[in-house]
């Protein structure tokens, strides 16, 4: 768009791996993915959340919404200070952040929670696939258990960083 908007010839960077060739390694991962049974059965049974009638109406269009906002200052704290001061990924700190809440509103340390990420990734595959200039929505949707220690934040961030490292390949 750039070098169009200056006139020029649009010269785009090379191509990436294909959506089938990503299909193809995928069938490849199969071993991988067998080794790793173990873990997805062992994880625990997710617990029920509490609500807020036991006899009422807790639907989602009896559903309140609360919004909050963070300033550019807590937002650049939290996007790029606390990462590079605790040696952690923003996905660790935001889920340390939504265990406290768990925490606090259902009285349990544990949980079974489901995540989506990226899916992208380089080490995806054995870093064998570039997808970065592929068109299509690659993404990874896996639960994970985790359990907020007790202690000081530092504590707790190191705790959520070390479970989720577990995951084998990072839900593929």
Same mark, same amino acid.
């Given at each position: 768009y750039r070098q169009e908007r200056r006139g020029l010839t649009a010269q785009l960077p090379p191509k990436t791996h294909s959506f089938q060739h990503w299909a193809t390694?995928?069938?490849?991962?199969?071993?991988? @993915?067998?080794? @790793?049974?173990?873990?997805? /059965?062992?994880? #625990?049974?997710?617990? @029920?959340? #509490?609500?807020? /009638?036991?006899?009422?109406?807790?639907?989602?269009a009896a559903a309140e919404t609360v919004t909050v906002s963070l300033s550019s200052e807590w937002t650049q704290a939290l996007l790029q200070e606390v990462p590079s001061m605790q040696h952690v990924r923003i996905d660790e700190v935001l889920?340390? @952040?939504?265990?406290?809440?768990?925490?606090?509103?259902?009285?349990?340390?544990? /949980?079974?929670?489901?995540?989506?990420?990226?899916?992208?990734?380089?080490d995806i595959l054995g870093g064998k696939l570039n997808l970065s200039r592929t068109v299509g929505w690659f993404t990874c949707l896996h639960p994970v258990a985790l359990r907020l220690v007790e202690g000081n934040l530092g504590e707790q961030l190191k705790s959520v960083k070390a479970q989720l490292r577990q995951v084998p390949h990072r839900g593929l």
């Open positions: 390694e995928l069938l490849s991962f199969r071993d991988a @993915a067998t080794a @790793a049974l173990p873990y997805w /059965q062992d994880l #625990p049974r997710a617990a @029920a959340l #509490p609500v807020d /009638q036991s006899q009422g109406n807790n639907t989602i889920l340390t @952040a939504l265990m406290q809440v768990l925490v606090d509103w259902t009285g349990e340390r544990s /949980q079974l929670l489901t995540l989506e990420n990226y899916g992208r990734h380089a």
